[in-house]
């Protein structure tokens, strides 16, 4: 069911799907994102935005919009409103008019329509700034894995500018389009792993006792780790733990000297993180030790992302704009959490808040190539916002 945007959004409308669009056909990677961030801190500014900041976890961009009664004077006057800008690497095969013009790189996961919502109701706001305090609207790089939420904070933003609350949307395919839904409490996994490398001594084939083989050691290891979700982890949560990559030897008649793996896990408790790491680690050593070898666990370069967990008030909040931009009857109010992660984790760690979905239609999946934001999702979400802003920061 469609339902015709207020005509205050129709007429933001024709340009946010541009800008939108404009966004897809242009898409960039990670912290790189010159044009893009460009783009929106211009737009801001010619909004009339009271502060536009640039360079925030490096390619960040920090909007602040002053409500009728002028600048917060305390973060209980202050929320933030948050939209990631971010590509992906793939190449897209979407077969859309506006599919992306840089090979290997495309909007797979729909950050071209969030920041096209979240600009929109910028524009929105601030020609109307019907609301108590200041917001703070962010658009961050680097969500697909590199941690840009961390990164912005690292850079100072809640130091600089504490809010009371902070928000974020992000679009689900398979959901109805200019649907809504939210998970209460977990919202989405943390995202954690490890390299294993088991150092073994190399050795003929035929000859296996003057070896000490590694790939019998890294075998056990996989089928040890197994026992970590059933065995270990309180059946009550969900966990997942998977060895997702091994490489050694290559040869018929040698026994190698090393074999390497990567271990992928993911949950939504800090606490049963932890509880999968100190045992990921014990089956490691103890394994090592029953067959003569060594094997050494250690991090990747990238940052894990903690589980996004949703705040029961902020989450009851976002609830009441969601019904009140496109109805109750097209709001869902108790997802199941998802096994995917998501880095505004980091934010959700330091600020209460709520994660929230909208419905992207019968599109392909996220981080598929045939992948494409539906335009229609642009008016419900600007909706929502602007929803949101009269509710957390009311007059």
């Not at 680097?142 to 941690?147: I, M, R």
């Not at 103890?286 to 029961?312: D, I, S």
Request: with cysteine.
């Amino acid at each position: 069911m469609n339902v015709a945007p207020r005509p205050a959004i129709a007429s933001i409308l024709p340009d946010a799907i541009d800008w939108r669009r404009d966004f897809h056909r242009h898409p960039e990677l990670m912290y790189e994102l010159p044009r893009t961030a460009g783009i929106v801190a211009a737009r801001l500014r010619e909004f009339g935005f009271d502060e536009v900041i640039e360079g925030v976890g490096r390619t960040g961009v920090l909007g602040l919009l002053h409500g009728a009664n002028g600048a917060a004077a305390t973060p209980e006057r202050r929320v933030l409103f948050r939209a990631d800008m971010d590509a992906l690497p793939i190449e897209e095969a979407s077969g859309v008019a506006h599919a992306s013009e840089a090979p290997g790189r495309m909007h797979a996961c729909g950050h071209d329509g969030h920041t096209a919502i979240l600009l929109g109701a910028a524009r929105l706001l601030a020609q109307t700034r019907a609301f108590d305090g200041t917001l703070v609207f962010c658009f961050q790089p680097a969500e697909e894995g590199q941690a840009g939420a961390q990164a912005m904070i690292d850079d100072g933003m809640l130091e600089r500018f504490p809010v009371k609350g902070a928000y974020a949307l992000h679009n689900w395919p398979g959901m109805p389009v200019g649907e809504f839904g939210v998970m209460r409490g977990a919202a989405m996994a943390s995202a954690d792993g490890v390299f294993i490398t088991v150092r073994g001594k190399g050795g003929h084939a035929a000859a296996p006792n003057t070896a000490r083989d590694p790939i019998v050691a890294a075998g056990h290891i996989i089928t040890a780790v197994q026992t970590i979700v059933s065995r270990v982890v309180d059946p009550f949560e969900k966990a997942v733990v998977s060895i997702t990559a091994i490489n050694g030897g290559d040869a018929f008649n040698v026994i190698p000297d090393t074999v390497e793996m990567k271990c992928g896990f993911r949950c939504f408790s800090e606490d049963v993180g932890r509880v999968i790491e100190e045992e990921l680690w014990r089956i490691c050593e103890k394994t090592g030790e029953a067959f003569g070898v060594a094997v050494e666990v250690k991090r990747p370069p990238l940052t894990p992302y903690p589980p996004t967990v949703n705040h029961p008030a902020e989450t009851e909040i976002a609830l009441v704009a969601m019904r009140a931009a496109v109805g109750g009857d097209r709001v869902s109010d108790d997802l199941p959490p998802v096994m995917g992660s998501e880095d505004f984790a980091f934010v959700l760690r330091q600020v209460p808040g709520a994660y929230v979905l909208i419905g992207n239609g019968g599109s392909a999946a996220l981080h598929n190539p045939g992948y494409d934001f539906d335009d229609g999702a642009i008016a419900p979400g600007i909706a929502y916002w602007s929803e949101l802003a009269a509710r957390v920061l009311p007059l």
